[in-house]
């Protein structure tokens, strides 16, 4: 099954929990979903989040499949297989944690958890009609995820319920403590970006229901801190993966972006960190008058499994609206939102102040419960 890389049954008997295939489990190899990894040895020790998933008596149920080396958004994989989008087949599942978001999707996890370098927990989330965060940066230990250095990468949760992503990030991060519903009439400040209208409305209706009152927000460095964020990434992936390339052992699409990649200057990085400071301040000061910042996770529906392996343009399209916050470190989550047309769920993402990944899940139980109703 292309869901999972292996299924295994680890731990005790509570809630069931799918692990992407960049994170260690003693045992077992992590191979990133790449055949450059085939012959990997099995890890020695669990990461961190594992152990701390064990130590509450959580069951392991395997691990997932992904965007080979996490380095991609569309999850398609021609040497593990692709995940199958559980809402809409013909679609996408979004990467790079296409099997951890589809194993919940399909009911096959409670919970399930990602790495979110550039939109790689939130968008898979949004494709497949589910919650997932990326919490602030540093706050979830990334010790024993790969690539084991990066200055934007997250490890963070997925789940079908807010209740369930909550019980998750108990677990996996320490001092995380639930907050009550937000108060009637919170100030939240919708950011201005190019997005399908009919999607936008429909997030707009969806944020009016969850009682807030919403002001229209425009950031001036958000396109830059898209461009930064990418400059960035592959900068420390050129650095971390560079040395596969050239061997005939990786995807032609990954090969590409690796090769680009290297191409990325110090110059290049020197440029990228001052949009980064100067987006993070801006963003620090937008969250001094709201409590919370609302935008789309993605700016159209998921692009479909043809128009992804044709379009360019289609793929480069699905990560504008999510990249900027993993360069400035903020917390941010995407929950899923039915079109108002019925069917597809798509992904109101929601973006917090540094550290206050409880409030922005307040948000989400919120919205969660208002739609329900």
């Known amino acids: ?57 959580w069951q392991i ?15 398609i994989n021609d040497w593990t297989g692709t995940p199958i989008n559980p809402q809409a087949p013909d679609r996408v599942p979004g990467g790079s944690s296409s099997g951890s978001a589809a194993a919940v999707a399909a009911g096959l996890a409670d919970i399930a958890i990602g790495t979110d370098t ?63 519903v937000p108060a009637e009439g919170a100030r939240v400040g919708f950011i201005e970006v190019d997005c399908d209208a009919h999607l936008q409305a429909s997030l707009g ?6 009682g807030w009152h919403r002001s229209s927000l425009f ?12 400059t960035v990434i592959n900068f420390e992936n050129w650095a971390a993966l560079g040395h596969l390339t050239g061997q005939g052992l990786i995807g032609a699409d990954v090969e590409q972006r690796l090769l680009a990649a290297s191409r990325t200057t110090a110059a290049d990085l020197a440029q990228a960190e001052k949009v980064r400071a100067r987006f993070t301040q801006q963003v620090d000061a ?32 699905m990560t504008p609206l999510v990249r900027p916050f993993n360069l400035s470190g903020h917390p941010a989550l995407s929950v899923p939102v039915e079109l108002d047309c019925g069917g597809l769920k798509v992904g109101l993402q929601i973006v917090g102040r540094k550290g206050a990944d409880e409030q922005v899940c307040a948000f989400g139980a919120q919205l969660q419960q208002r739609l329900a109703g």
Do not use: W
Request: contains cysteine; aromatic residues 6%; hydrophobic residues 45%.
């Open 1 to 57: 099954m292309s869901t999972f890389i292996s299924q295994f049954l680890l731990g005790g008997n509570g809630k069931r929990v799918a692990i992407k295939d960049s994170i260690d489990i003693a045992g077992h190899p992590t191979r990133s979903g790449s055949r450059a990894f085939a012959e990997v040895a099995p890890a020695a020790q669990h990461a961190e989040v594992v152990e701390a998933i064990l130590a509450a008596g």
């Open 61 to 75: 149920v395997g691990k997932t499949n992904l965007h080979e080396l996490a380095f991609g958004v569309t999850g």
């Open 118 to 180: 550039g939109g790689s927990v939130r968008v898979p989330a949004a494709c497949c009609g589910i919650a997932g965060l990326k919490p602030t940066y540093g706050r979830v230990s990334r010790v024993g995820a790969h690539p084991l250095q990066s200055s934007l990468d997250c490890v963070g949760p997925f789940a079908r319920t807010m209740d369930d992503l909550i019980a998750a990030m108990q677990v996996i991060c320490p001092g995380f403590e639930t907050q009550g």
């Open 205 to 210: 209706a969806a944020a009016d229901r969850a």
């Open 219 to 230: 950031l001036s460095e958000f396109e830059a801190a898209f461009a930064a964020g990418l």
């Open 286 to 317: 937008a969250l001094e008058n709201f409590d919370v910042l609302l935008l789309p996770t993605l700016p159209s529906l998921p692009p479909t499994l043809v128009e992804a392996r044709s379009a360019s343009k289609a793929v480069a399209e």
